[in-house]
């Protein structure tokens, strides 16, 4: 199946006013994408209709055009969706080639991490691997305030671009230090970044601009990972069903 089986119509403010023949109001539905099975709750009368269908594994916009269609929905034209397409493919380390981008002397901020540890006093722990497949640091320095410390130049952009393209990533994490005060630097790294590699790159200062680099720079790698997982499977589901706005889906998949 490749195309939907709701019409134009569907879509929000498609709906007729009070009164006027046609379908009436747009309908809405939810759907929740398990390993087993993928639910569907749909709404587009008074009563709300739950259809279970299998779950497609190979493709999952599968299992979910075919649970809208056993619905017998006619009129969707919103739906929720809630997937772990994601969440497997870290667990399965299914992910994108990721190379992260942070500022010189910060090459370890993935390794290092925080504090916490499992087991304080055992030293037999063994961290879980990061999702970086590569690291490449750039000279520039901003302070916490937002000061430029040390400016990134032109040369540097080019020197950064082309060890990240030797890197042969499928999808690219910019972190730098407190580019949540000043993004310019990130900002700049990135266009150059997207102009030169057809891939996702990520930055840090649109995903999450808060303090604490770990935390921004790991949540930026997880996000750039899956990026193409994610924009895949999204990109199938828009086919599959051409006429129904999936809340979420039109959140960029490059952040930029």
Same mark, same amino acid.
């Given at each position: $199946?490749?195309?939907?089986?709701?019409?134009? %119509?569907? $879509?929000?403010?498609? *709906?007729?006013?009070?009164?006027?023949?046609?379908?009436?109001?747009?309908?809405?539905? *939810?759907?929740?994408?398990? *390993?087993?099975?993928?639910?569907?709750?749909?709404?587009?009368?008074?009563?709300?209709?739950?259809?279970?269908?299998?779950? !497609?594994? @190979?493709?999952?916009?599968?299992?979910?055009?075919?649970?809208?269609?056993?619905?017998?929905?006619?009129?969707?034209?919103? $739906?929720?969706?809630?997937?772990?397409?994601?969440?497997?493919? &870290?667990?399965?380390?299914?992910?994108?080639? !990721?190379?992260?981008?942070?500022?010189?002397?910060?090459?370890? &901020?993935?390794?290092?991490?925080?504090?916490?540890?499992?087991?304080? /006093?055992?030293?037999?722990?063994?961290?879980?691997?990061?999702?970086?497949?590569?690291?490449?640091? +750039?000279?520039?320095? +901003?302070?916490?305030?937002?000061?430029?410390?040390?400016?990134?130049?032109?040369?540097?952009?080019?020197?950064?671009?082309?060890?990240?393209?030797?890197?042969?990533?499928?999808?690219?994490?910019?972190?730098?230090?407190?580019? /949540?005060?000043?993004?310019?630097?990130?900002?700049?790294?990135?266009?150059?970044? @997207?102009?030169?590699?057809?891939?996702? &790159? !990520?930055?840090?200062?649109?995903?999450?601009?808060?303090?604490?680099? /770990? @935390?921004?720079?790991?949540?930026?790698?997880?996000?750039?990972? +899956?990026?193409?997982?994610? *924009?895949? /499977?999204?990109?199938?589901? @828009?086919?599959?069903?051409?006429?129904?706005?999936?809340?979420? %889906?039109?959140? %960029?998949?490059?952040?930029?």
């Amino acid at each position: $199946m490749s195309t939907s089986p709701f019409p134009a %119509s569907a $879509m929000p403010g498609h *709906g007729n006013a009070p009164g006027s023949a046609g379908p009436g109001p747009t309908g809405a539905a *939810g759907v929740d994408v398990g *390993g087993t099975f993928t639910d569907v709750v749909v709404l587009d009368g008074s009563r709300p209709r739950a259809v279970k269908v299998p779950t !497609t594994p @190979e493709d999952q916009s599968e299992g979910v055009a075919r649970g809208l269609e056993a619905s017998t929905a006619r009129h969707v034209g919103t $739906m929720a969706h809630g997937t772990t397409t994601a969440t497997n493919a &870290v667990l399965e380390r299914a992910v994108a080639r !990721t190379v992260l981008v942070t500022t010189a002397g910060f090459a370890d &901020v993935l390794a290092i991490g925080r504090q916490e540890r499992p087991a304080l /006093y055992d030293l037999s722990i063994i961290k879980p691997q990061h999702l970086a497949a590569a690291v490449v640091t +750039v000279r520039e320095r +901003v302070a916490a305030d937002g000061t430029v410390l040390l400016a990134l130049d032109d040369a540097e952009v080019a020197r950064v671009v082309d060890a990240v393209a030797a890197a042969q990533p499928q999808a690219i994490a910019v972190s730098l230090l407190c580019s /949540y005060a000043a993004e310019d630097h990130e900002r700049r790294l990135c266009a150059a970044l @997207e102009a030169r590699m057809a891939v996702p &790159v !990520t930055r840090s200062s649109a995903l999450l601009p808060q303090f604490r680099e /770990y @935390e921004r720079a790991s949540t930026c790698v997880l996000n750039a990972a +899956v990026a193409p997982v994610m *924009g895949r /499977y999204l990109s199938r589901l @828009e086919t599959r069903l051409p006429d129904t706005r999936v809340s979420g %889906s039109r959140v %960029s998949r490059r952040l930029r």
